[in-house]
């Protein structure tokens, strides 16, 4: 059994993993640990990066043959994470995730030195919050918020290139799209539950960046 420790902004992220990835990756003999980072009962949200780094660190030390990821939210973040500031001004919404994540994996591995297997470390990073997975299949999602059908939905899902992309604004994120068109929206109960009807390979098939970060985990099982 590979062990992979995934370290989350907050409940929801968390609740994902365990889950959602977690049931598909049993299958092909991967656990994942997920994890919250800060002290317990923190605010959810990306905290700055000296914790992060810190807990990445402490966790790529403690077990030597396990590995590590993260899901984080690009836009959510403090501007001191490695890459923040530079990656704002890149054109397309994946450059700036993958601008982070390598530097993220730089940073780590130039901590640990020279004899550090970097593939131990997978760093992940969503633009957007974990909602933007759950516009992959609009039919599903206005079900799950109990919406007449999913016209609303695809006026949205219509407006970008990817669920990934949408969007950067308060007013916009996709959880706040979504309160608006059911305000009772629960982030945990009623995302989680959606997340599971549509399923790993809907939200592979519309979400480019969120699939190469599962193909990379599911090459772990080749990786012994």
Not at 115 to 127: A, D, E, L, T
Not at 201 to 211: K, L
């Amino acid at each position: 059994m590979v062990r992979v420790h995934v370290l989350v902004e907050g409940v929801a992220e968390e609740t994902f993993a365990r889950e959602v990835l977690q049931p598909y990756f049993t299958q092909h003999k991967i656990y994942l640990s997920p994890r919250r980072l800060g002290k317990p009962g923190h605010k959810s949200g990306v905290c700055k990066y000296p914790v992060a780094q810190r807990e990445i660190l402490i966790t790529l030390k403690q077990e030597t043959q396990a590995f590590c990821t993260t899901m984080f939210d690009y836009y959510g973040m403090p501007p001191d994470w490695p890459k923040r500031k530079d990656a704002g001004h890149k054109l397309f919404a994946e450059e700036r995730s993958v601008m982070v994540e390598d530097a993220m994996l730089a940073d780590i591995s130039s901590q640990l030195g020279g004899r550090f297997n970097c593939s131990r470390f997978i760093p992940y990073v969503q633009m957007h919050e974990f909602e933007a997975l759950l516009f992959s299949d609009p039919k599903v999602l206005a079900g799950g918020l109990e919406l007449a059908d999913d016209v609303p939905i695809r006026h949205i899902t219509n407006q970008f290139k990817s669920p990934e992309e949408i969007n950067d604004s308060q007013q916009t994120a996709p959880s706040k799209r979504i309160m608006g068109l059911n305000p009772g929206y629960a982030k945990v109960s009623h995302g989680i539950r959606v997340g599971q009807n549509i399923g790993l390979n809907m939200m592979r098939s519309q979400c480019p960046h969120f699939n190469g970060w599962i193909q990379r985990l599911e090459d772990l099982a080749h990786s012994r």
